[in-house]
């Protein structure tokens, strides 16, 4: 055990000791779930309290119906445990896949209906996966860097065992004590071994990877009542040191600092605000095996207070990547990130369950689960099924919501902004571990669910196997990684950190400051000086609601600093149809990429023009919405429409549009911007609403090291001030400055009227 | 008089007298009818029916309910009559078109709710318009081809009088009898002058803009009780005739055969099925003119039965035009047709009712009515709201139809096939008037309302003023129209009829046959003869629902025989993200356009490929849900990855894609596919199911002037034949053929088993 662990688990050791002096009765709880079974997620009183309100329940008894149904089928389509072969999307991925839940919900059935049927067909399951077990070589695809023995990686073998050792436990009392035997003593240690012991590469680090390794190990060893496998699931392989500059598949470091265990999983990807620091995407898949162990050791162990440990981040994380979801739920595509993933997600109902049960009862998650419709087959599904029967449900209302990022939060994070049906989510994090993306201070804009200015997300179709095997697409790095896929700044066409990992992963953007107190502009800034060494960005973004406007808009300012004279490009990644601009532009008969790299390869130009007033503007139609760009203008602006898709032999690439504001020989300079929704049009009455911007004018009338000021003018000619303090912004901060002859005097971070 | 307008005038004058003998009840009510107001849409009986229901009639109520808001806040607000000024979209437009509405709808609010303030306002807004009308000059703004006072076009001059009509009889008798003279004198009998005898070249016509001028006459006519105006409105203008080879704005003859006036207007455009020629799009657009004047027409002179004239034709479109929307109501954008455009559209409410009420009260059309959730405050919607609260309410099914074009119904047709959630639209008719596309066969194909090979409609932005003034852009003549922009065969990179509207205009496809009493197996076939002089296209379409695929698929048959050696170009517009080709092929790192001219510059080449085996295969994904096409192949054909968007300099065009399969130097050739949907991808359990096509291959197994025999295989090697008859394809016809030594023997079109 290598010294910083060997400290953490004797102060470990020592608050145990003290609690359970404190809490005695919870201690001998303990000591009684340890010797019963069900005990795991299920428990013996859960069980009782879930068998007296069945009927009663509708949600839990609506949930409970349909996987009855989906059990029965399967048991009337019998076993089938096939000899592994398949990468995943192939026959025996899938089979050994749809086996493991099966054997979980039918353990869970046999629990709450109280039915033989299904504890035999999990008995007789298990026997098979015994029998084939202990006579399995390493899986025959050798693509992982850790390959398993049912799955072509240890990955999907922990999944198996995350799932498979709580139908384990709600069958473990209905077993003999020789069938237990041979079960453990054949499957259930040498599988826990070979994804841990065997295969430290995946289990020794700190990645979602290992957390599923650590919590099928911790399962499996919870329901064995094995310490050796617990204490290996909670603080990693006991004496292993591996080398800290070997690199995964997907390029991340295997293990930079020594850390292993699920504590060490806990400590380090998450802020003390509860983000992710791969971003809500792989927090989604992470979530279960953090949130199933959790509730595990609860149960089983519930004097390591597991849900208070790191003052609560896991169920802080819940509440953050609630957050982090767009107005249907969808996740904000931050890193890699597949579209379209949602709160809908399985694992999402056990977050919400859970967190519902084990944190503060917040009715606005019931609002959440009643959407879902449908909660775990546990106690805190039970708990969420009776809040709702209860009528205790409210809607679950997204704020404003900045999360630092980091271990201690001192890495950046994410600020989102919202405002009726707008929502800014603007990233200035860390780089998000393997799944990072080149992209500081960028954004991404929704209205009502609606992406205005989309982030483009991962190139990627999982599990759609026609797609490279449903897997990460080359594309993912030459494109999606890229800094110009991102709405942020490209300096001199090469991507931020030159787009590589061991320099963005030693980074971070630093918050600058986030203001959400006042309803009608609120603010979040930062700051990133190492993307470019020499050059320094600061990004301010304020959604303004002003009466004068139908809607609330956004305000962006990008005030670049550089020694150096640079060329800087900056994408607005809008959607749908061009209606106007106020510059002329040539479109080319031929269309040509952009560049050679740094993801410019993959861009067609479409259009260029010169900006010829003082504010470039251009209007677009989207899902019959109006949206305006109003962007200061210098003489010698460039103007590019381009559209993705060039170099993408396999047409991998979403042919999406974008404009590029291209700004050549530059050294510091300012990109201050707004972005207006507003309007509709109806196809059916053929009428346009409102279908122009509100703003006349946007004007720098300061930019300075410390301060910078932007006036907007709207149509009918009157004017707001913007004024942004760019060095001391804390919230006591006073100021007091000359503009124009006017003096303009106030405290905190912006003044604003 | 032309002779042939004589003799319908003197035929109709007998049929009137027979009428009218017979009843004479009906003659009676008229006498009384003609001297009440109101009498023209709403009548003295109407009202005081609809008063005794009010407060217990709720889509009735709603609807009043919303209709008072909106004109007490116009009472509010003022009104304004501004000297005319602008082009469609413009201030003064837009006002004038406000004020008709707000006129027609203050009248029926003062019948219904007999509240003074409402008839007042119609007379002061009146008496404006009065003193305002009587000052004007011609419009200022000079592009129409008939420029009207009160708007840039006679066509809006119309609009506003058909609505003001109903206005003025709804407070006909609130008025003194000087002051109707003055109104009747300098504003309606002058303005219904301007739009008619003033405006011969737009009036005395056969196209939906002479329908709104004739209706507007006749209705003011009707209310005025003025027999010259009527008369007008029925025949056109007396002793006119017209140079027969003007044309107008949209490049269709100003009047070809002589012939005008409202019920020319009927017997032309609407075959006996109740298809308009123009499509659906502007059958909705012209529909309100037509409904509402029948009404009218109705209601003052029963005895014209106008409801039953050419076998109740008019009824009868409001059928056909329903059956011509998909899954979502949407109309199918046949030629010139705005995507979107749908019954929800309020002249489809006014279709709704009045098919109803004078109808035979099909409950399926209460079911649109509450789909759109609102009424006419007219006798038509009283009916409509009784029998919702009646419970009389099923769903509108459609269901396969085909519908013949030309006035009497032998220029071709539009055939629909419709099977679960698959809708085919297949158009084998003529050319549609000045709004027609060179799209001779073409078809496009949906699913439950969604587009999977789709027919790109018009390039046009209907009152959107940043789009070319919301006008015609130049791309729907250079890109829409064109035959490569549809789902059918060009011939040698020109479109049909080399794009003429002269020649086009003669012609038609026909229809060879169409059945669809087998739920299994649904066919319509049609051939065309002339698009290319010296070609022919047969074109046969089936969907076929086989147990053993997932879902209907569509077989598609396009059978071409040609004396010369042609190029065939034979596109599929897709949407959405290829997944897979059975061929190779290679992307330019440059786009080029296809061609120069005919349409084929808007289209860049993405990709090009050579077909490699006996099918060529194709999947793709669109909306979470997976594609394929399976196609015999030749080995010489291409395949062309394209997108829409080259020579486009103003962003007019989708950037939409297509697969092109091209076959040179060919001359007679046979083009068979299947496209299936199937299968679906969720992105929140991120599983594919079903990706693949369940087609294993498609073969021609005979191919002679009588007979095409193609034989499907799926992926279980089941192999099914199909075998249609291309000469005698009559019900009655009985076929016996050899084919590979099995005799295969059967009644009717085709033989499938």
Redesign the interface.
């Known amino acids: 055990m290598n010294k910083k662990l060997k400290i953490r688990s004797i102060i470990f050791t020592l608050i145990c000791i003290v609690l359970s002096c404190k809490e005695e009765s919870v201690t001998k709880t303990d000591t009684t779930s340890q010797s019963e079974h069900p005990k795991l997620i299920l428990t013996a009183q859960g069980v009782k309290d879930i068998r007296a309100q069945l009927g009663e329940i509708p949600i839990f008894d609506n949930t409970l119906q349909k996987v009855k149904e989906e059990i029965d089928a399967e048991i009337a389509s019998g076993i089938e445990v096939p000899i592994p072969k398949d990468y995943s999307?192939g026959y025996t991925h899938s089979r050994h896949k749809r086996n493991w839940f099966a054997l979980q919900k039918a353990g869970v059935l046999y629990q709450i209906l109280d039915d033989e049927k299904y504890a035999k067909y999990v008995k007789d399951m298990l026997m098979q996966y015994e029998a084939l077990y202990k006579t399995l070589p390493l899986h025959p695809k050798t693509r992982s860097y850790a390959r398993g023995k049912l799955f072509w990686q240890c990955l999907n073998d922990s999944n198996w065992l995350v799932y498979v050792s709580q139908a384990y436990d709600c069958i473990y009392n209905y077993l003999t004590e020789e069938e237990r035997n041979k079960l453990e003593t054949n499957l259930f240690r040498p599988f826990a071994d070979h994804i841990s012991v065997d295969s430290p590469q995946f289990y020794q680090r700190v990645h979602n990877h290992s957390t599923w390794g650590n919590a099928a190990v911790g399962m499996i060893g919870l329901v064995m009542d094995d310490k050796e496998l617990i204490d290996r699931a909670l603080y990693g392989i006991k004496d292993l040191q591996l080398d800290t500059k070997a690199k995964d598949d997907d390029g991340g470091f295997l293990n930079k600092d020594g850390k292993a265990g699920f504590l060490a999983n806990i400590e380090e990807p998450f802020s003390p605000d509860g983000y992710y620091n791969e971003g809500p995407y792989y927090q989604r898949y992470a979530g279960y095996p953090f949130l199933i162990f959790a509730e595990g050791l609860h149960n089983v162990k519930p004097e390591l207070k597991i849900f208070e440990y790191k003052n609560g981040v896991l169920l802080k994380s819940i509440n953050a990547l609630l957050n982090l979801s767009d107005a249907d739920g969808d996740f904000f595509p931050l890193n890699d990130g597949?579209?379209?993933?949602?709160y809908?997600?399985?694992a999402l109902v056990t977050a919400v369950n859970i967190s519902y049960h084990y944190g503060e009862q917040d009715p606005g998650l019931l609002g959440i689960a009643e959407k879902q419709d449908q909660v775990l087959l546990d106690d805190s599904g039970l708990a969420v099924a009776l809040g709702i029967k209860d009528g205790k449900t409210e809607p679950f209302e997204k704020k404003s919501i900045n999360l630092s990022d980091g271990p201690n939060g001192k890495q950046g994070g994410v600020g989102i902004l919202r405002d009726e049906d707008l929502e800014l989510v603007f990233k200035y994090a860390a780089q998000g571990s393997s799944h990072g993306h080149y992209d500081k201070l960028s954004y991404s804009l929704y209205e009502n669910g609606e992406e205005v200015i989309q982030d483009y997300g991962l190139s990627r179709?999982?599990?759609?196997?026609?797609?490279g095997g449903?897997n990460y697409l080359k594309e993912n790095k030459t494109w999606a990684k890229q800094t110009i896929a991102h709405n942020t700044v490209t300096q001199n066409e090469t991507s931020h950190f030159k787009g590589k990992y061991e320099i963005g992963s030693q980074h971070h953007s630093d918050l600058h400051y986030f203001s959400s107190e006042n309803e009608n502009i609120q603010v979040v800034s930062a700051r990133e000086t190492n993307a470019y060494p020499g050059t320094e960005m600061l990004r301010t973004m304020a959604i303004i609601k002003d009466d004068d406007f139908e809607k609330p808009y956004l305000l962006d300012i990008m005030k670049v600093t550089s020694a150096t004279a640079n060329q800087y490009d900056f994408p607005f990644y809008y959607f749908g149809?061009?209606?106007?601009t106020n510059f002329e532009y040539?479109?080319p008969?031929?269309?040509?990429?952009l560049g050679s790299k740094n993801g410019y390869q993959h861009l067609?130009v479409?259009?260029s023009g010169k900006a010829k007033d003082e504010n470039t503007k251009f209007?677009w139609?989207n899902n019959?919405k109006f949206y305006s760009l109003t962007t200061g203008a210098n003489a010698n602006d460039e103007l590019l429409?381009t559209?993705i898709?060039?170099?993408?032999?396999?047409?991998n690439l979403?042919?999406d549009?974008a404009l590029i504001l291209r700004r050549k020989n530059t050294k510091n300079t300012i990109f201050v911007s707004t972005i207006e929704s507003h309007g509709s049009?109806s196809?059916?009455?053929?009428?346009?609403l409102n279908?122009?911007s509100s703003i006349k004018a946007l004007k720098v009338v300061l930019d300075t090291e410390d301060y910078t000021a932007i006036s907007i003018t709207n149509i009918n000619g009157k004017t707001k001030l913007f004024i942004t303090a760019n060095t001391n912004a804390s919230k006591e901060a006073s100021h007091n400055i000359k503009i124009n002859d006017n003096n303009y005097q106030w405290t905190g971070s912006y003044y604003f009227k």
Chains 1, 2 share one sequence.
């Open positions: 999307g597949q579209k379209g993933m949602s809908y997600n399985n179709f999982v599990n759609i196997e026609q797609k449903g149809q061009v209606l106007q040539n479109t008969q031929i269309l040509k990429p067609f479409e259009g209007s139609m019959y429409f559209r898709g060039a170099n993408d032999p396999e047409f979403r042919r549009p049009y196809p059916i009455s053929e009428s346009a279908s122009k």
